[in-house]
């Protein structure tokens, strides 16, 4: 009789453990994230689908072979070093990529994003890791995207008012600290209304896409377009004089009045461009260039138009 219930209590605890160890399976065979567990050697023991998925290796391709097939070169000669001190610490699991972007390999060599999450453990008195690595490729490319909606102007593909903001804090920034001088260009399209008022709205887009065109091909690979509102442009010209920031307005106004689009009667829709030029001075906020620039462009406009003006 005592037998018999020793028997069915361990009968029981076989078929918990057979039971835990089944959801233990499903668990990590449904993960999303790649799971790894290595020996004390950093050989891998485990490979689960979303590793084989992630890195493009069977798990029987990988078993036995060391982790640092899976990495980056520049951080495998680092990578003992710094599992030793993460064995002799007190801590259980780490995140190790807070601080640096750690990318990782594919079979076909193609490097990816990556965050890692180790985690140690004692198995018969010896360490084992487990690594949980999520592939940020998807992540990254949302948030690039986003970034890139942030900073654009649709109907242009140009840099919107709120980037060339930001790039004007930084090139204030850098005249305050090695004075090195730079201008503002602020360009506003001649009676643009007319423009939409005799040709339509879809011709007006036309002009300021076919504009933005010509004025980037004037421009250095430095300096900085944005489209600032409606048919208001702006340019930041580093490193740059009046002087010099008034031939670049001279040559953009010119090269705008030369170009045509076609109305939709396949007419030839002529446009021009005033613009107001401004250096920064030494007693100036960042703010003001631009106001000096919008002063300028007023009087390029009052002193009838297609000019520059400073
Ligand atoms: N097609 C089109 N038109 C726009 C866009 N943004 C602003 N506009 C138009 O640009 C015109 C600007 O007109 P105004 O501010 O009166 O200036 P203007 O006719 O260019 O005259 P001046 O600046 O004084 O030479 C308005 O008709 C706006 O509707 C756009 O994205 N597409």
Redesign the pocket.
Known sequence: MIIGIHMSDKHKLQQEMSNANSRYSSLIDAAFDAIITMDGKQNIQFFNHAAENTFGYSADEVIGKSITKLMQKKFRPNHSDYIKQFTDSDIQSRDMSSRVMIMAVKKDNTEFPVEITISKISVNGKIEFTTIIRDLSNRIAFIEKLQHQVNTDN?TGLYNRNYFNSKLKDIYHQYKRFGHSFCVLML???????V??SYG??I??K??QEFSKKVQQVLREVDLLARFG??EFIVLLPNTKLEAAKDVADRIRKRVSKQRVLSQNHEPVTFTV?IGVAEIGTDDEKESIIKLADEALYRA?NNG?NRVSD
């Not at 506003?188 to 007319?194: A, I, P, T």
């Open positions: 109907l506003d399209l001649d009676r643009f209304k007319m939409n008022d709205h879809l007006g887009d002009v300021l409606g048919e005033s406009k138009r």
